[in-house]
């Protein structure tokens, strides 16, 4: 496999590794990243009328996210430890659905981007939101899960969700 074509995270025998950005500048970085979790229309009226059995099921949710968001380099095994500057979580309920769209912003000044803890983030929540709620509703599903929208380094993705 010629260098453009070698998966960053294989060393020339073929083991993993973390990939080497000390040589890289580091730039202000963002990252917005989306998700949801469908469920009944009844379980969306129950946890905007405080009913559930498990308590503040949003408030916890989008805690657990930027929780989960910045231990993302302790749960995906080559992720870089990243000083961030910005975690935030944002959980909307949505009566299209019915559920809850989920969104994460992460932000760093560094030489690697936070794409993977905004997903990390949007997916913790997700699982808070799942675990908070199952005793209520069996029909639930996560899904969607995925980056909207970076900037910083070298390749930029904007959309208008970012």
Known sequence: MSDGNRLSHLDA???ARMVDVSG???TARRAVAQGHLA???ETLQRVRDGNTPKGAVISTAELAGVIGGKRTSDLVP???PLPLTKLSVTITPNDTLPGFLIEAEAKTTGPTGVEMEALTAVSIAAL???DMLKAIDKSMTIGGIMVTGKTGGRSDLKSDRA
């Open 13 to 15: 025998e073929g083991r």
């Open 24 to 26: 890289k500048p580091a």
């Open 39 to 41: 469920c009944s229309a």
């Open 78 to 80: 080559l992720c870089h």
């Open 128 to 130: 808070t939101l799942f």
